[in-house]
């Protein structure tokens, strides 16, 4: 089992940047891709942007490209996401989610909250 604790949620104002944290632990070895999703009020969950755990490669939502980047420190267990350029779209609850395989996630962490005020 894998356990994710997100932080670095907050309000900020159009145009400022936040940057989320991911903390793993448990069998950490399990891991394959991190990913980072969000939620807005009435919307579905959608993906934001992965990394593989291992060799570094990212993938992104186009809606954040050139905005978001995730990066990760293997020997802190944790993935990052800055988010520059917020738009009062990103608003939504963000979470941080672990696959074994890179095909599913399997763990999800509590999510942390992200306002942008125009």
């Known amino acids: 089992q894998v356990q994710l604790v997100e932080s670095g949620g907050g309000l900020v104002q159009a145009g400022g940047s936040l940057r989320l944290s991911c903390a793993a632990s448990?069998?950490?070895?399990?891991?394959?891709?991190m990913g980072w999703f969000r939620q807005a009020p009435g919307k579905e969950r959608e993906f934001v942007a992965a990394?593989?755990?291992?060799?570094?490669?990212?993938n992104y939502a186009d809606s954040v490209k050139g905005r978001f980047f995730i990066s990760r420190d293997n020997a802190k267990n944790t993935v990052y996401l800055q988010m520059n350029s917020l738009d009062p779209e990103d608003t939504a609850a963000y979470y941080c989610?672990?696959?074994?395989?890179?095909?599913?996630?399997?763990?999800w962490g509590q999510g942390t909250q992200v306002t942008v005020s125009s």
């Open positions: 989610a672990g696959s074994p395989s890179g095909r599913y996630y399997a763990w």
């Open positions: 448990g069998r950490t070895f399990s891991i394959y891709t």
């Open positions: 990394i593989n755990w291992s060799g570094g490669t990212t």
